[in-house]
């Protein structure tokens, strides 16, 4: 059973950075892709950024291009999303997510089939 976990979130001032972590645990799978999603409350899931993780494209949702990076270490089957010059609108919930079996990148929630618990991000103001 593979499961995915979440850790790096928390409070942090206006302009500072984050770097979010998610580890992949249980048996190993072979071509998927990565996502980072996010929920504020009261908003709907969107998505964020993604990678592929054979090849290593990247995507990322407008708002965040320039400021946040998604990076991958095989060895230690973990994604990270560094997230920089934060801004109180990033304030939500961020969740990995897997694509399993898939080598393009979505960016809707719906086709990816494996999510972690969640991490509390939080910029102040």
């Known amino acids: 059973q593979v499961q995915l976990v979440e850790s790096g979130g928390g409070l942090v001032q206006g302009g500072g950075s984050l770097r979010l972590s998610c580890a992949a645990s249980?048996?190993?799978?072979?071509?998927?892709?990565m996502g980072w999603f996010r929920q504020a409350p009261g908003k709907e899931r969107e998505f964020v950024a993604a990678?592929?993780?054979?090849?290593?494209?990247?995507y990322y949702t407008d708002s965040v291009k320039g400021r946040f990076t998604i990076s991958r270490d095989n060895a230690k089957n973990t994604v990270y999303l560094q997230m920089n010059s934060l801004k109180p609108e990033d304030t939500a919930v961020y969740y990995c997510?897997?694509?399993?079996?898939?080598?393009?990148?979505?960016?809707?929630?719906?086709?990816?089939?494996?999510w972690g618990q969640g991490t509390q991000v939080t910029v102040s103001s």
């Open positions: 990678i592929v993780w054979s090849g290593g494209s990247t």
């Open positions: 997510a897997a694509d399993r079996g898939a080598s393009i990148i979505s960016t809707s929630p719906r086709v990816y089939d494996l």
């Open positions: 249980g048996r190993a799978f072979s071509n998927y892709v």
